[in-house]
């Protein structure tokens, strides 16, 4: 199949969360499947620092933009993960939408001052940028796979034929959510910059309480809508969750599903990670430093591994993760002590991922002096940067803070780590729940989003029949959490055996794209099944 992906975010190109983490290893995954991929992506900043060779084309083109005209041009690499060896892969290349001044800038899509004001022009000029860039690649196109509300114009131009770009006769459009509280909301005023017809300006259309809303083009639009999980799927049709695009989607909802995501295993798997490499003599030093601390109530089982130092697997993860502890805790400049758990939290800090929870609990433990240390690293939003901050000058020796994104740090807070933290009020499908089960990093979770469909709770019947892998807030409270956090803290000093189960079930679930990817192959061979809608395809109005 020939498929064109549409992102803001691809890893290694760009990425502030999630969506670059799905849409750098997605359409990897499906070229190893056999399919022709292209992904479109702006040329930030970001894509020329990722290490991948660039290539200039010769395709450049002009969009009118309101009253003047706009150029851009294709800049080209090889996506990257992709055996190109291999027997039966299809061909993979990443195009990026190169216009200086909408996309090389510092940031993708703000700066400490909030939001840049002329988001809607920028990615109004992607979207548009995009149909022109498919129709001088000419090659064929049977699925245009768009992306959050950056991308959500161009099921709408698909639909309405906007400029009769002759592949829209033929390609059908997936419109995937990976977020639906981030909508691209702009005022009626930017509307002239979509190049849409003005009798698409209605509530039938991409109008939203008086403004445009790019997320809802995309969910009006597109032929079929995904969201990364089946949970979230539900959720969003309802008015808790659905960010007041509930009516719409449950207007949609025979064409609606939830896939959950997968991880790329190739890069989140502590048997072979680079960044969780330790010099052979700088593990002896902390070693035989450490070992004066151990009384722990997690063994540690040195010198079975024939991994690297500082990597382990299923069978190596205590002696693997007791390393990274106290690689961590040097490097944090926490108390350096086998025994004391490490609990882990890597997000962007917004009010989503359960701060305010975070920050109490956090606050109390380290108030009442109980014995655990806290690992956090995230950016984001200022009042939650102070907090921590602050925490972090009062409690150096406990609570290790690093304000800044850091892909290698990531990884070494869930391979050092015990548990991880991730109280979301809401979660669309979550990746970090993923890495730690991979890493032996036991989550405690909210009982929302993915995070329903990916951790199994503790419970008497789960730990009988082995398949706990985690454990589940049900209300989110602080004192519910203290109480969660107790009695896991309980389970891995009192009974270490059913400690082991947990982590090592964890670690063996394989979250890996090619189950997620097989799913989106069914979506696409069932859209091009279905015969166009004559009305659709011929840009006749639905409103
Ligand atoms: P969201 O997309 O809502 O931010 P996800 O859990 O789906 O949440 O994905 C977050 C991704 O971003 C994960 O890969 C996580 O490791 C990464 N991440 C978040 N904050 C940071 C940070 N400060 N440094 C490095 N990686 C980060």
Known sequence: MDIVFLSTEAVPFAKTGGLGDVCGALPATLANRGHNVTLLLPAFSSVRAAGVPIRTTNISFAVEMRDRIVGGRLLAADLPGVDRSRSGAGTATVYFIDQPQYFARPALYGDSGGDYSDNCERFAFFCRAALHAISRLNQSVDIVHCNDWQTGLVPAYMATGFESHPWMKHAKSVFTIHNLAYQGQ???????????????????????????????????????????????????????????????????????????????????????????????????????????????????????????????????????????????????????????????????????????????????????????????LGTGERHYQDALAELALQYPDRFGLQLKFSDSLAHR??????????????????????????????????????????????TAETLADGTATGFQLQNDSQEELDQVLGEALRIRHHEPQIWEKIVQTGMRQDWSWRQSAAQYERLYDGLMTVSPEPAKKQGKSRV
């Open 186 to 376: 702009f005022w009626h005023w930017d509307f002239p910059l979509t190049g849409l017809d003005w009798k698409w300006f209605t509530p039938a259309g991409i109008e939203f309480y008086g403004g445009i809303n790019f997320l809802k083009a995309g969910i009006q639009f597109a032929d079929r809508l995904t969201t990364v999980s089946p949970t979230y799927a539900d959720e969003i049709r309802t008015p808790e969750f659905g960010c007041g695009l509930d009516p719409l989607l449950r207007s949609r909802t025979e064409v609606l599903s939830g896939i959950t995501n997968g991880i790329d295993d190739t890069v989140w798997n502590p048997a072979t990670n680079p960044h969780l490499r330790i010099e052979a003599a700088a593990e002896k030093g902390s070693a035989e430093k450490g070992s004066a601390e151990t009384g722990a109530a997690v063994e540690v089982v040195e010198g079975k591994s024939s991994l690297p130092p500082g990597n382990y697997d299923v069978d190596s993860w205590q002696a693997g993760k007791a390393a990274q502890k106290r690689r961590l805790q040097q490097q944090l400049g926490l108390e350096v002590a086998a025994q004391l758990p490490l609990v882990g939290v890597v997000s962007r800090l917004a009010s989503q991922k359960g701060w305010d929870l975070i920050l109490d609990v956090v606050r109390s433990c380290l108030h009442e002096n109980r014995p655990v240390q806290w690992a956090i």
């Open 413 to 458: 807070i869930e391979a050092a780590s015990d548990l991880f933290l991730m109280p979301s009020r809401y979660e669309p499908c979550g990746l970090n729940q993923l890495y730690s089960l991979r890493y032996g990093s036991v989550p405690i979770v909210s009982r929302t989003g993915g995070l329903v469909d990916t951790v199994v709770p503790v």
